[in-house]
């Protein structure tokens, strides 16, 4: 069966038929999807029932997984209830039951709740990101998008001539510190330092601009931080104006991919007492983003 997309935003993203996710795939079909992503950015795999290990063989397709040895106190939690590879994005603890409202693993998972880009706050940012949604609350829980090269095409000239060449810092510590949870671990603020990260990405393949924000930003260099947030709170606002955002609601065994490089997005509210069991695969970026705009100029 071939592979055809369907969109399902006026700018971007889009439903993917003719695809078994739990199969290995052809060259052409690998082709098809990484073309797919260069142009839609995120993907629909609609049905696909997969197992943790179905859903590690489909990712490696499109490159290497994300594997931070350091850094990974957090990293470690989020899969204790899962084998190597999977990041647990659930509400449940290593047992398999609904974690505590207290639980530090919960506060730091309502930090996705803020508009973000996957591992922004790693020196290599991640390229994809895919989630399987394997049991889904009764209300609420989807997962918004925001295109930002949308967003960015639509600055003004004035803007993008400021926003060409600045240098953001991110860390997990801005991002947690915007909902409140400041109660981090000597350990904790150490694995978070701080990592710089060009405002303005360019595709290594389409060649197009686009805003690399997220809630893990929280400096830009030369400037204030009073002046920097502000800035960025501003442009954020702007990028996720309903025109550049789709809100997927999740249905079993979606399998939704999207490029972190040219997407934020946002996991939104569900009743915590009832499940919510969604498992990530990450692919590993392949550049540091300040040598990726020099290599495009
Ligand atoms: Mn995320």
Redesign the pocket.
Known sequence: MPVSFRQLHAAFAAEVAGIDCRSALSEGEVAAIEAGMDHYAVLVFPDQDITDQQQLAFTRHFGELENYASGGHIRKRLDSRLGAGMAD?SNLDKDGRIMSAEDRVWFFKLG?RLW???SSFRPVPAKY?LLSGRVLPTWGANTEFADMRAAYDALDARTKAEVEDLVCLHSLIYSREAIGFTDLTEQEIADFRPVRQRLVRTHPVTGRKSLFLSSHAGAIEGWTVPEARMFLRDLTEHATQREFVYSHAWRPFDLVIWDNRTTM???RRFDRNEVRDVR?TTLAGDVITIEQATAAD
């Open positions: 994005f996705d973000h880009s996957d990101s997005h946002r996991a990530r």
